[in-house]
């Protein structure tokens, strides 16, 4: 059983679904937004995909821009609602955290990795770190069609 | 005053607090009163040297700190600063 819990709304399900398609083969990146429990647990009511803007092999890594993240955060302010994490995909790879997933991964956030086989989402998994660890520790992902 | 927007993944450290107003008349300064605010936020923010550490940027405005004057970028009453985490990763 997970320590964490994370509830994602069907709509932004179909919304990371359709960016790991769109990207394939490379890897697509976007913002995670919704309100956390006082249990930890999350609803995430909103994905917004932005841009990969990592320079070089775009297949194997994702980068958000800084000023992208920053609007990110103002976004949340203005709408009253929480960046609760990233989403991003893994073309032709599991939708297991790796080792540069763990190695660049900020406390709190939940990382939504969506595996993308031959241009098909195969599998949806969610990972947040362990508190004052270098762990990940994998999400019990719910699906929610109302929210 | 001017405000300093707190990234979700540090607000554990500010009581759940998204926005810190401060009268730092610089970015160093303000940070600093941040940082004395709320003492969890210290090691996260600055490396043993009291540099601002590397995998986080700061933003006045949407001007990187790093091609202005850096901490010594004055800061304006209705200035907003950003503490930008980096965000990335990909497969092995």
């Known amino acids: 059983m997970s320590k964490f819990s ?39 009511t909103l994905a917004v995909p932005v841009s990969n803007s990592k320079e070089g092999d775009q297949r194997r890594r994702f980068e958000i821009s800084p000023l992208d993240y920053l609007r990110a955060e103002q976004f949340a302010l203005q709408n009253d609602t929480t960046l609760l994490g990233v989403y991003h995909s893994h073309p032709n790879h599991p939708a297991i955290a ?18 993308v086989m031959d241009g098909e989402v195969a599998d949806l998994k969610s990972w947040r770190l362990r508190d004052e660890e270098r762990e990940f520790l994998e999400e019990t992902v719910i699906v929610n069609v109302e929210v | 005053m001017a405000k300093i927007i707190i990234p979700t993944p540090l607000r554990k450290f500010t009581d759940n607090t998204s926005v810190f107003e401060t009268s730092g008349g610089t970015v ?15 090691r996260h923010l600055f490396d043993d040297s009291r540099n601002i550490r590397s995998f986080i940027r700061v933003y006045l405005g949407e001007d990187d ?16 600063i950003s503490i930008v985490p980096a965000i990335a990763g990909g497969i092995n």
């Open chain 1, 6 to 44: 994370v509830y994602i709304s069907e709509e932004a399900v179909e919304t990371i679904n359709a960016d790991g398609i769109e990207a394939f083969p490379n890897e697509c990146c976007g913002f995670l937004y919704g309100t956390e429990a006082a249990d930890g647990s999350r609803q995430i």
């Open chain 1, 98 to 115: 790796s080792e540069h997933d763990l190695a660049e991964a900020m406390p709190y956030f939940s990382y939504v990795i969506v595996s």
């Open chain 2, 28 to 42: 160093q300064e303000a940070i600093e009163q941040l940082a004395q605010a709320h003492s969890g936020l210290e």
């Open chain 2, 65 to 80: 700190i790093n091609s202005l004057e850096k901490g010594a970028t004055t800061v304006s009453s209705n200035a907003v």
